[in-house]
């Protein structure tokens, strides 16, 4: 098992429900963390940790970054990306549905620019998502994306060792991600979530310790690890 202290990681995402989540823990297991976002601290919890701006569609900005932290242990990638489609596939925009696919550009600009610069002991964590393996109406571009990321980590896995790679595929999370408010927000995540074996949204809380696990076990790699309250079952 590894131990956190004076381990180095980098979470891109990191002021923000999962990944800020994810970041605190790590930070309580006393490693050095670094959150990596386009807006910077959120005041939430992470004014405390080592803040950095970039957009993770940026290559140049994260060969620089890479390049500053070099030697880092741990890379955690949460971002969403940009924008994602979402409606019937045969009324879609395929502009937007080819969009959705940024938030897959950017866990692999962060894997292939960041890998080069990190302890060969080290191990990374991307997030995919339920959709990936269940049918939901108007999913069908993140179902694409969260099945690229999967199959990613999977084949990536070989062509990064001894580097773990590993993701975590979360149900549906209450976290800033939806924009709605009030009943409207509550409404919505009832709906999603009531027929799911667990039926209710998560917390990022009870994500975040799936991300120490794979960070932590130096025998899992190239593995998704659901987090889903019974989602993709259902
Ligand atoms: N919440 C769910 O129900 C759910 C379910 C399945 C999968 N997921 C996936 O889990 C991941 C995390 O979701 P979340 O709900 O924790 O999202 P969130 O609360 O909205 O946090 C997203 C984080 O990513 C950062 N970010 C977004 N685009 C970025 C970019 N281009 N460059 C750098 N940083 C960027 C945001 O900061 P800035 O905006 O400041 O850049 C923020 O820190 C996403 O990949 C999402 O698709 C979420």
């Given at each position: 098992m590894t131990n956190f202290s004076g381990k180095k990681a980098i979470v891109f995402?990191?002021?923000?429900?999962m990944g800020l989540e994810i970041a605190k823990l790590l930070q309580q297991a006393d490693a050095e963390v670094v959150t990596v976002s386009r807006?910077?601290?959120?005041?939430?919890?992470?004014?405390?940790m080592q803040n950095e701006i970039a957009d993770v569609l940026d290559r140049d900005a994260l060969a620089a970054l890479f390049e500053k932290h070099g030697g880092f242990d741990f890379l955690v990638n949460t971002a969403t990306g940009g924008p994602r489609a979402i409606g019937p596939f045969l009324e879609m925009d395929l502009d937007g549905f080819q969009g959705s696919f940024a938030k897959l550009w950017g866990y692999v600009n962060t894997v292939r620019l960041g890998a080069p610069h990190m302890a060969q002991d080290g191990a990374i964590v991307l997030l995919s998502g339920y959709p990936a393996r269940k049918w939901r109406p108007g999913v069908l571009a993140i179902a694409t994306v969260g099945n690229a990321v999967e199959g990613f980590v999977r084949m990536a896995a070989n062509e990064i060792k001894p580097i773990r790679i590993n993701a975590i595929c979360p149900g549906l999370i209450d976290t800033p991600m939806f924009t709605q408010e009030g009943e409207a927000r509550e409404q919505y995540m009832n709906e999603t979530t009531?027929?799911?074996?667990?039926?209710r949204p998560g917390k990022p809380e009870e994500v975040a310790p799936a991300a120490m696990f794979l960070l932590e076990n130096?025998?899992?790699?190239g593995t998704i690890v659901d987090v889903d309250g019974g989602a993709i079952l259902a």
């Open positions: 995402g990191g002021t923000s429900g807006r910077g601290a959120l005041g939430k919890g992470n004014d405390n009531k027929n799911n074996l667990i039926p130096q025998f899992v790699t």
